[in-house]
């Protein structure tokens, strides 16, 4: 059963293309071809795809909400946390990404950031995500092949 008011369902995924500023160890900063992305699909959360298009790209999918929070304080804990303004770039928020092989600190334009949000929130105004959910479809995945 799904419910998509305003038929979002229809609208496609939100694509921000932006530039980052990767800092990996003790490395000089360099810039990334990225994307935001986002879609009703999966209404909770966002991709931040790292690399050029054409080539192999890394992609982080967390919490829309994480990235909304980390305007304003420091969010998150974890594989992914987000800062907002950092001291030497102040038009800037940080995201720290963790893995067990290590992690980047990455810096993003904080009004690209904002108007991407504004966007996805304008497709799915926050708390009401539940909404476009497709419980058939999740119930459908989770029973596949368990007859």
Known sequence: MRHDPAGAADEGP???KTSVRVTVADE???PVPAELRYSAADP???CLA???PSALCVEWVFAR???AQGLRRPSGSGDVVVYPRH???PGSIRVLLRTRAGSALLDLASASV???LH???VLVPPGTEHRHIDLDRVVEQLTAGSE
């Open 65 to 67: 909400s994480l990235l």
């Open 28 to 30: 000089l900063p360099i």
């Open 119 to 121: 966007r996805t929130e």
């Open 114 to 116: 904002t108007a991407f």
């Open 50 to 52: 790292l690399g050029a």
């Open 44 to 46: 909770y959360a966002v």
């Open 14 to 16: 939100i694509v921000c």
């Open 87 to 89: 001291q030497g770039r």
